[in-house]
Structures are given as structure tokens and as C-alpha cells.
């Protein structure tokens, strides 16, 4: 069982919105302001989207956006296009005693 | 442009000690404020971290693992190495190396491309 909660799996059409959510709890996700999010395709190397919540790395799209409200953090991605289908994972820094955590990912189905 | 590379055997025999390397160009470990990390994915399920390293040799693991976990770093040869004993069937996994800016961010922004090892006798 995985440190921070997601949903198993969500979906959108071309074009629309969707959001990830990802539940943790005061000591990690709640606590500090570094939580970050990966895609991963099929086969593929995890690919970094998202980190310290709201910051996107260069050559990410502005269509991915992150955000957190208390103890959970959210992943939206606007716009849906066909290779954004792929996992998504969240992770937080846990505090000075367990450090990192991880999502158990979120599979992305673009219809 | 920073790469990394994982290599070691990709099978080990239950109870025995799983080591892999992770070779950095393009960049050097010790010339940086970055830290070096491990993460590991068992076949169709999640990321797990497993533990970072600094250039200085300082150290954090996943406290789930930390009696078993070891990672080390070689600045002469710009690799760091982990090494994880007694190992299972459920430490089969694609292992990954990857860097990250400090102790608090989560941010593993350059991965290495994996390295499978099954554990079996």
C-alpha cells in the first residue's frame, strides 16, 4: 500500500480537462511544499511534470498544471491530447525520517 | 547533456545481495549540489525511493529498507552504487538511478533507463 493516495484510473476526451488528485496526510503532502508528479508511458522512463507543487520544468506544456489544498495535491492537465495517456504518479517529501514517498500512479485514459 | 546509466547483474539468487552502478556523464557528481538517488518498480505496480547520496558521501534511505539498503558514491570514477542484501522475489523490480536538487525536493529530474533484476533461484 502506497504512502499517498490516488485514483486507480480517470479518463477524458480530446480537448477536455482532467485532474489527479493525491491524498496524503499532514506529514508529508500537507506538511511541505514539494510534492512533484511523473509521467510514465508503457516500457518507458518516468518523466517529470510537475515539482514544488506548482512548477513545471522546461519543456513541460503550460496545459500541466499542479496544485495543493491542505493535504492533498492535484495534477490537472487542460487541453487532453492523445500522448498524454500514461501513468501519473505524485510524490511528497515525508519529513526527516521517512523522506520520500510515492503515489501508487493514476493510469490516464484518453478517449 | 546529463545521462545516466545503470549497470549490474540482472539476476540474483534469493538471500544473496543485489549491486548496481550508476555511471553519470555529461556532469560531474562531485562538481554539483545535486543529490543522487535509487527508485525501483516491481513489475506492473508503483515508484518506491529507496535511498539518496551527496558528493560528500552523506546518506538517507527508506526506512522500510534501511536495514538492508546501501547506497555509495565513487567522485574518482563519477558513479554512485547500491546494494541491497538478503533479497526476495519481491525485490524483483526495474531499478532506476536519478538525480534530485536536495535532502527536501522530490524533483528527479534526469533518470537513468533502468536496469531489470529478477531475484530467482
Known amino acids: 500500500q502506497s504512502a499517498l493516495t490516488q485514483p486507480r484510473s480517470v479518463s477524458g476526451s480530446p480537448g477536455q480537462s482532467v485532474t489527479i488528485s493525491c491524498t496524503g496526510t499532514?506529514?508529508?503532502?500537507?506538511?511541505?511544499?514539494?510534492v512533484s508528479w511523473y509521467q510514465q508511458h508503457p516500457g518507458k522512463t518516468p518523466k517529470l511534470m510537475i515539482y514544488?507543487?506548482?512548477k513545471r520544468p522546461s519543456g513541460v506544456p503550460d496545459r500541466f498544471s499542479g496544485s495543493k489544498s491542505g493535504n492533498t495535491a492535484s495534477l490537472t492537465i487542460s487541453g487532453l491530447q492523445a500522448d498524454d495517456e500514461a501513468d501519473y504518479y505524485c510524490?511528497?517529501?515525508?519529513?526527516?525520517?521517512?523522506?520520500?514517498?510515492f503515489g501508487g500512479g493514476t493510469k490516464l485514459t484518453v478517449l | 547533456q546529463l545521462q545516466l546509466q545503470e549497470s549490474g547483474p540482472g539476476l540474483v539468487k534469493p538471500s544473496e545481495t543485489l549491486s548496481l552502478t550508476c555511471t553519470v556523464s555529461?556532469?560531474?557528481?562531485?562538481?554539483?549540489?545535486?543529490?543522487w538517488g535509487w527508485i525501483r518498480q516491481p513489475p506492473e505496480k508503483g515508484l518506491e525511493w529507496l535511498g539518496s547520496?551527496?558528493?560528500?558521501?552523506?546518506?538517507y534511505y527508506n526506512p522500510s529498507l534501511k536495514s538492508r539498503v546501501t547506497v555509495s558514491v565513487d567522485t574518482s570514477q563519477n558513479q554512485f552504487s547500491l546494494r541491497l542484501t538478503y533479497v526476495t522475489a519481491a525485490d524483483t523490480a526495474v531499478y532506476y538511478c536519478?538525480?534530485?536538487?536536495?535532502?527536501?525536493?522530490?524533483?528527479?529530474?534526469?533518470w537513468g533507463q533502468g536496469a531489470l533484476v529478477a531475484v530467482s533461484s
Open positions: 555529461g556532469g560531474s557528481i562531485s562538481g554539483s549540489t545535486y543529490y
Open positions: 514544488d507543487v506548482i
Open positions: 499532514s506529514s508529508d503532502v500537507g506538511g511541505y511544499n514539494y
Open positions: 536519478a538525480r534530485h536538487r536536495s535532502v527536501l525536493t522530490v524533483d528527479f529530474d534526469y
Open positions: 510524490c511528497s517529501y515525508a519529513g526527516s525520517s521517512t523522506h520520500v514517498v
Open positions: 547520496i551527496y558528493h560528500s558521501g552523506s546518506t
